[in-house]
């Protein structure tokens, strides 16, 4: 899928942007996204964003997620402090192997030209402004294409009608959790991930710890179980790493390091 920048533009949560410019005046916040529509009416039609999706037959085995013929392990919280006593674990939206019975889960991934992120280098100010609109581009492809899962390409609630406040605050059915966020923090499932959809044919590469290049990327699942909500896995023991790691076919030590930051 290609996207033209104007028709993301609506699409963008334009609070993230103000964030990254660390603002927080009305005024300031008014002024810079005017420059920043400007600047994106002038980048339209010169550089494009790309999304790719597949959409395949997947179960839960335990905590592993089945797409396909492919096997995501994925990590269980191990301290349930704000869930009402419950672990959760993505696997949880998934129906189990065991059940006989059919779901379906998306893959997906998004980016920008490459060139948003390059082509600025001479110009300190405008080489940070299209890189944050680069980010907020990608973040916009991931919430139009979401959009048309739910709606047409799946299309498990295709009479969904909200506004684009309603989809930033997430009153859709399913999620779509990111890979490097709370509840997938693992960036190595980018690996499984690109397998599965290609991320080269929309010009991203990964690099050996799994972040994707442009670094104005998403990727990501989507899953439609009605309950399904976001989560973050926090700290996870040393037993849950060796086995989370076994799962993934990852040496223990180079998962230490990809989960430094969940590792107790």
């Not at 920048?5 to 996204?33: C, K, M, S």
């Not at 139009?144 to 969904?160: M, S």
């Not at 909200?162 to 923090?185: C, D, K, N, Q």
Request: a negative charge; proline letters at 4%; charged letters at 25%.
């Amino acid at each position: 899928m290609r996207y033209e920048i104007g028709e993301l533009v609506p699409y963008i949560n334009w609070p993230y942007f103000y964030f990254a410019w660390q603002l927080r005046d009305h005024e300031e916040q008014t002024r810079i996204r005017i420059e920043a529509e400007n600047i994106l009416s002038r980048l339209d039609g010169h550089y494009r964003v790309h999304g790719i999706v597949v959409i395949d037959n997947a179960a839960s085995d335990g905590d592993d997620i089945i797409i396909g013929d492919v096997r995501i392990p994925m990590l269980r919280q191990q301290h349930a402090a704000g869930t009402a006593g419950h672990c959760l674990c993505l696997a949880d939206f998934v129906r189990p192997a065991s059940s006989g019975a059919k779901d379906s889960m998306g893959v997906f991934a998004t980016t920008v030209d490459i060139g948003l992120e390059t082509d600025f280098e001479s110009d300190g100010y405008m080489k940070m402004m299209t890189r944050l609109l680069a980010d907020r581009l990608a973040e916009a492809a991931a919430e139009r294409l979401h959009e048309q899962v739910r709606k047409n390409l799946w299309g498990y609630a295709p009479d969904e009608c909200l506004t684009i406040e309603e989809m930033h605050a997430e009153r859709f059915a399913g999620i779509r959790p990111a890979v490097g966020y709370p509840s997938l923090p693992d960036t190595g499932i980018n690996f499984i991930i690109a397998g599965l959809i290609g991320m080269a044919d929309i010009g991203i590469r990964l690099t050996e710890s799994g972040a994707m290049k442009p670094h104005a990327s998403v990727s990501g699942l989507i899953i439609a179980h009605p309950a399904a909500r976001y989560f973050s896995i926090g700290k996870i023991g040393e037993d849950q790493l060796r086995d989370y790691s076994m799962r993934r076919g990852v040496p223990l030590e180079m998962m230490r390091r990809f989960l430094a930051a969940n590792v107790d």
